[in-house]
Structure formats: C-alpha cells, structure tokens
C-alpha cells in the first residue's frame, strides 16, 4: 500500500448534516468489510460492518453502502454530530487469510457547531 | 461492556533495547492480533495468533518481533531490538472468530512506542 503521509482526505460537515465517507478497496476476494472510528489518541471503534453478499446494512444513524462491481464502500453517517469529529477508516478482510485486516488511508471527519 | 485494554499506555525505550508491550483481550475471544500505525499514516497488521501459535503474519514482524499468551489472560508483543523506525502506536485486537467468518475485532486503546 502506498504511504499518507501526514495529510488525510479531510470532510467538513456543519452539525445536523449527513455526512458520507468512501473508500475504494483493493481485494476482490475480500468479502467482509468494516468501518472503524478512530479518535485522537484513542484506538480504532468498530462502527459498522458488511458482508459481501449484502450492499446496505443499517445500524443506528450510519449506513454502509457496497458496491462490488466497483470495488467502493460507504459511511453514510445522519444528523453529524460534534462527537462525530474523528478519522475514519474502512477495513476488509485479506480474503482466505485468517483475519488480516487491510485498512484503508482514512478520512478525517470534522463536525462544524 | 468487555473491552481490549493494554498496558502501557505510552513506552518510552533506547534504541537496540527490548520492550514487552501487554494487552488483556476480550474473555471470551479466542483469536488475537496486533497492528501497529505509525504516526498520520494507516494501521498495518502485524500478527494473528490463535490455539497458541501464529496463525500468519506480516512483512514487518520480522525475527526482531515475537508474540506470547503466557497466561489465560494476557497477550504479549515483544520487540528484541528496537529501532528507530518501530516508534510507533501498537494495538492490540481480539474477536470471537476470525475475520474469514467475519467476526468483529475489537481494538485497545494501544501502547504509544517512542524509540530513542
């Protein structure tokens, strides 16, 4: 995988709004995938997950959204709120491998008052 | 509700010195990893560890890095020789199953390392 560096895709919301988060993934044979939040200094916090033979799961304000043919995921996260704020990363499964997961470069999500 | 903790929070060591970063997994967690990321950049795998051995693997866990159960509790890494490049965050994660049957892995907190 290719390095970040230091500079995340950042997405900047106003508090009450939805926001939506992609990621592209790499593995067709991946068929399971996460979304983890990751406040600063903190550890990543399972948000959401989806398996491959689904294309929407919902949980309590977030969706996640699959689509294989394109190899793209989803967070769609309503009513942002302010401890919303944080980086978010998707995550697959490294397929047929027993549990390595990939994750992706992360975006930071900042919830404007 | 159960959570991964580990211990220390922060690691401050002399390169070429050996450090143990520890971690108590979920209890009824059966499989365990550790991943590491390093400052702004993306979480990497390490290890995964399931009945006693390493179930696989990465790159970066070369002959310097070793991982222990030594009780029905703790999960160890070890690092032999440290260098400057493992400065890093270390997390520790454990799930139920693994994730080709799509079993959540639930993080710690981690361990900030700093190499001197």
């Known amino acids: 995988g290719e390095s970040v560096g230091l500079h995340l895709p950042t997405l900047s919301v106003q508090e009450g709004d939805n926001s939506i988060i992609n990621c592209a993934y790499s593995?067709?044979?991946?068929?399971?995938f996460i979304w983890y939040k990751q406040e600063s200094g903190k550890g990543p916090q399972f948000i959401i997950d989806?398996?491959?033979?689904?294309d929407k799961r919902q949980g309590q304000r977030v969706t996640v959204l699959l689509n294989k043919t394109v190899k793209h995921l989803s967070l769609q996260i309503a009513a942002t709120q302010p401890g919303d704020s944080a980086v978010y990363f998707c995550?697959?499964?490294?397929?047929?491998?027993?549990?390595?997961?990939?994750f992706g470069k992360g975006t930071k999500l900042s919830v404007k008052p | 509700e159960p959570e991964v903790t580990q211990t220390p929070s922060h690691q401050v060591t002399q390169m070429g010195q050996e450090v143990i970063l520890r971690c108590v997994p979920i209890?009824?967690?059966?499989?365990f990893y550790w991943y590491r990321q390093i400052l702004g950049q993306k979480v990497e795998f390490l290890v995964s560890f399931y009945n006693n051995e390493i179930s696989e693997k990465s790159e970066i866990f070369d002959d310097q890095f070793s991982v222990e159960r030594p009780d029905g509790s703790n999960f160890t890494l070890k690092i032999r020789s440290t260098k400057l490049e493992d400065s890093a965050m270390y997390f520790c994660?454990?799930?139920?199953?693994?994730?080709?049957?799509?079993?959540?892995?639930?993080f710690g907190p981690g361990t900030r390392l700093t190499v001197l």
């Open positions: 209890s009824n967690h059966l499989y």
């Open positions: 995550a697959e499964n490294d397929g047929g491998s027993q549990g390595n997961l990939i």
């Open positions: 994660a454990s799930s139920a199953g693994w994730a080709g049957v799509q079993d959540t892995q639930y």
């Open positions: 593995n067709s044979a991946s068929d399971y």
């Open positions: 989806i398996r491959s033979n689904m």
